[in-house]
């Protein structure tokens, strides 16, 4: 069974500094993860994903998250947090990729000008 | 290259009635999924449907039944209306994707991700 575990429902940082959204997983075989973001009354949008590849995932908007088999994690990190960056974010996990995803209960950033 | 999109935006229902959300996957892709976001929620999955038949299942009741098209597209129907119906009913679609992925590269990982509709807001009351 898979499951997902965001630490931290609400995280609020200063605009400029850097952000640190965890997720920790649990999966019986290699996962595959994925972070999506989602602004007020909108649908999911892919902020990046790893699939076995590079550990260490570059996505969209500067953001980055870094694969740690031995820490069972996939934190997503931006250097200096922008007020565009406030939404809810949500991690997720699946066995393959288009197979079904397993999502946490997000982690709602605000951002402080 | 229209993403995937679902109708209609907004819907309210009272218990006991009957709901149909369609969904039509992006372009190239050939698999719909289907999920349930309640309020304060992370998304909850539904079900999968590919080549026409349901190919995964969450745990949902039978009151959840869809359907896919051989356009792709697809239809969640929900029977017997509950309060707990209430949220936002999200179609992601994955699968043979034409065009450019800005994350594939990135990722070095495959193309076959699922990408997600703007969702269906749906009131029981």
């Known amino acids: 069974a898979q499951s997902v575990t965001q630490l931290g429902s609400h995280v609020s940082v200063s605009e400029g500094a850097l952000v640190l959204l965890r997720c920790n997983y649990s999966s019986s075989v290699p996962p595959y993860l994925f972070w999506y973001v989602q602004y007020p009354n909108q649908g999911l949008q892919l902020l990046l994903k790893?699939?076995?590849?590079?550990?260490l995932v570059k996505g969209i908007n500067g953001f980055e998250a870094e694969f740690k088999k031995s820490e069972t994690s996939f934190h997503l990190t931006k250097p200096s947090a922008h007020m565009s960056d406030a939404a809810e974010y949500f991690c997720a996990v699946s066995f393959a990729p288009g197979e079904k995803l397993t999502f946490g209960t997000g982690t709602r950033l605000t951002i402080i000008p | 290259d229209a993403g995937v999109t679902q109708s209609p935006t907004h819907l309210i229902k009272t218990r006991g009635q009957q709901v149909t959300l369609r969904c039509s996957p992006k372009s190239g892709h050939d698999t719909v999924s289907w999920y349930q976001q309640a309020l304060g929620q992370g998304p909850q999955f539904i079900f999968q449907y590919y080549e026409e038949e349901e190919r995964q299942r969450g745990n949902f009741p039978d009151r959840f039944s869809g359907h896919q098209f051989p356009n792709y597209s697809s239809e969640l129907n929900v029977n017997a209306l509950l309060l707990g119906d209430s949220a936002l009913y999200l179609c992601?679609?994955?699968?043979?994707?034409?065009?450019?992925?800005?994350?594939?590269?990135?990722?070095?990982?495959?193309?076959?991700?699922?990408?997600f509709g703007p969702g269906t807001r749906l009131t029981v009351l």
């Open positions: 992601a679609s994955s699968g043979r994707f034409r065009g450019s992925d800005p994350l594939g590269a990135a990722s070095g990982g495959s193309t076959d991700t699922q990408y």
């Open positions: 790893y699939t076995s590849a590079a550990t």
